[in-house]
T-cell receptor, first 112, second 112 residues
């Protein structure tokens, strides 16, 4: 049982480049989330989705976009990467009415 | 959005000692969650609390839902080296728990 799978695990981008972080889950969870974690800091919510076709902004959405075309997949798009987006990105999923989030292993992004 | 402040920010303890940490919010939460993040991994749920005043245990871990509903506490008894990590409180917002806000984290180091 794979759970939540994120790719890539590591990536270095140049300023101004774009990329997509992939996230897929095989638990049939309705809710999915993207968080970022800066060094020594907590998790900040970027975007979340309560089901296919429905997404909403979290605390720090600027510079990111998401889509949710299927229940399983929730990719995060970075447009025009900036050094401030250097962080570890975590994707998570959960059932509705449950606070138990299942996290992926994270994607470490460096923007130089 | 709601903010969750945790204290202490970090702590070093001797193996075998008990540990206490807390989490406070500017707003009322109806559910409190405690997660642990091992180095290089995503957080994992430890304990969920659903009722003001509730005290719940999971092995050597005990968590309490504050009666004001604006705080929660986590205790670890007889710490062991594998307790090392970052402990996060979290609270879901919205009627369907759509958004889950994480606290600032408490980093625990255990000295053997």
């Amino acid at each position: 049982n794979a759970g939540v799978t994120q790719t890539p695990k590591f990536r270095i981008l140049k300023i101004g480049q774009s990329m997509t972080l992939q996230c897929t889950q095989d638990m049939n969870h309705n809710y999915m989330y993207w968080y970022r974690q800066d060094p020594g800091m907590g998790l900040k919510l970027i975007y979340y989705s309560v089901g296919a076709g429905i997404t909403d902004k979290g605390e720090v959405p600027n510079g990111y976009n998401v889509s949710r075309s299927t229940t399983e997949d929730f990719p995060l798009r970075l447009e025009l990467a900036a050094p401030s987006q250097t962080s570890v990105y975590f994707c998570a999923s959960s059932y509705p009415l449950s606070g138990e989030l299942f996290f992926g292993e994270g994607s470490r992004l460096t923007v130089l | 959005g709601q903010q969750l402040n945790q204290s202490p920010q970090s702590m070093f303890i001797q193996e075998g000692e008990d540990v206490s940490m807390n989490c406070t919010s500017s707003s009322i939460f109806n559910t409190w969650l405690w997660y642990k993040q091992d180095p290089g991994e995503g957080p994992v749920l430890l304990i969920a609390l659903y009722k003001a005043g509730e005290l719940t245990s999971n092995g050597r871990l005990t968590a309490q839902f504050g009666i004001t509903r604006k705080d929660s506490f986590l205790n670890i008894s007889a710490s062991i080296p594998s307790d090392v990590g970052i402990y996060f409180c979290a609270g879901p917002e919205g009627g369907g728990y759509q958004k889950v806000t994480f606290g600032t984290g408490t980093k625990l180091q255990v000295i053997p």
